[in-house]
């Protein structure tokens, strides 16, 4: 079973890094039991979240049908029932369970995602949880096998508001959120976030790229380098590609669900640290040309049946 084990009270030269992993919390030394059977995963994700119980599970399923392996959860303090959605994800082992407390956690937990999986996984998404990776051709596994030869894959955002629901709906995140700008190349959409080979992780510089070994740079879906020379961007070039490209992989940002999600998730604040943007900012991003965008449909009935059937 993966999970908190508690406080480890010997000194950190008395683990053995092959059978666990440890993290520091203040003066607090946490144990987790980390060992992973079987053979090394292929595609792995991290994610820290808080308070996402109403939609974890769909998070999960929703990126096994997609091809991740194995999840590196980081639990910042939730107060709701996200432990207990996730109990039997963690019985089984695909998911890694870290009750990570703390502000402003978000980097400290990549970096312990990065450190954790660097020797039992060949990729790692470091995403968060409103945002659902996938590739509209087919397994993630099987287009990640062409980028190889480079450290990391840059993905866009493609960036989804309300889509009209003020109250939160019944149903599926990825069925109810269609609407999306009609502009592809909104600034928004050219951001992107990454899959990385973990040992070639130098340090994590933000939430959306790292620092690689040998100076070298993440590559978007086409090939193309992301090295900071990216026009147009108010910050963080490296954060972000010139023009928005989706065909081979792609991430469905929903960044605000409903109205009442997004008062909650304010509430709940960012675990980068940043503060969080008012209700009414947020949503006046979306009051621009929409499209329908149901790319994401063809794992809508799959999906149901593993989650209500």
């Given at each position: 079973m993966y999970g908190i084990l508690g406080k480890?009270?010997?000194?950190?030269?008395?683990?053995?890094?092959?059978?666990?992993?440890?993290?520091?919390?203040?003066?607090?030394?946490?144990?987790?039991?980390?060992?992973?059977?079987?053979?090394?995963?292929?595609?792995?994700?991290?994610?820290?979240?808080?308070?996402?119980?109403?939609?974890?599970?769909?998070?999960?399923?929703?990126?096994?049908?997609?091809?991740?392996?194995?999840?590196?959860?980081?639990?910042?303090?939730?107060?709701?029932?996200?432990?207990?959605?996730?109990?039997?994800?963690?019985?089984?082992?695909?998911?890694?369970?870290?009750?990570?407390?703390?502000?402003?956690?978000?980097?400290?937990?990549?970096?312990?995602?990065?450190?954790?999986?660097?020797?039992?996984?060949?990729?790692?998404?470091?995403?968060?949880?409103?945002?659902?990776l996938f590739s509209p051709k087919g397994s993630l596994k099987d287009i990640l096998k062409n980028f190889e030869s480079y450290p990391a894959v840059g993905v866009n955002w493609v960036c989804f508001g309300p889509s009209g629901h003020e109250k939160r709906p019944k149903g599926l995140v990825i069925e109810n959120y269609t609407q999306t700008f009609a502009d592809k190349n909104h600034l928004f959409n050219r951001h992107i976030k990454s899959i990385v080979q973990p040992k070639e992780v130098e340090s994590i510089s933000s939430p959306h790229y790292c620092v690689y070994k040998g100076g070298r740079y993440a590559v978007d879906e086409n090939f193309n380098l992301i090295d900071g020379n990216t026009q147009n961007t108010p910050y963080r070039a490296c954060a972000f590609t010139s023009v928005n490209s989706v065909e081979k992989l792609r991430i469905n940002h929903y960044i605000t669900k409903s109205v009442e999600d997004l008062r909650e998730k304010r509430m709940r604040g960012y675990p980068d640290g940043m503060p969080p943007n008012n209700v009414d900012e947020s949503l006046e991003r979306f009051k621009v040309d929409l499209i329908e965008d149901k790319v994401i449909a063809g794992f809508v009935e799959e999906l149901k049946k593993r989650l209500f059937h």
């Open positions: 480890y009270k010997k000194k950190f030269s008395n683990i053995k890094d092959d059978f666990v992993s440890y993290y520091r919390y203040g003066n607090q030394r946490f144990v987790l039991d980390n060992r992973i059977e079987g053979s090394q995963d292929y595609l792995s994700l991290a994610c820290i979240i808080k308070n996402e119980g109403r939609y974890i599970r769909e998070f999960i399923e929703f990126h096994m049908l997609a091809g991740v392996d194995r999840f590196y959860i980081f639990d910042n303090e939730s107060t709701d029932d996200t432990r207990e959605m996730l109990k039997e994800y963690i019985d089984c082992g695909r998911v890694v369970y870290i009750f990570y407390p703390g502000a402003r956690m978000q980097f400290s937990a990549y970096r312990n995602a990065v450190k954790l999986s660097k020797s039992r996984t060949k990729w790692l998404a470091l995403i968060d949880a409103d945002e659902f």
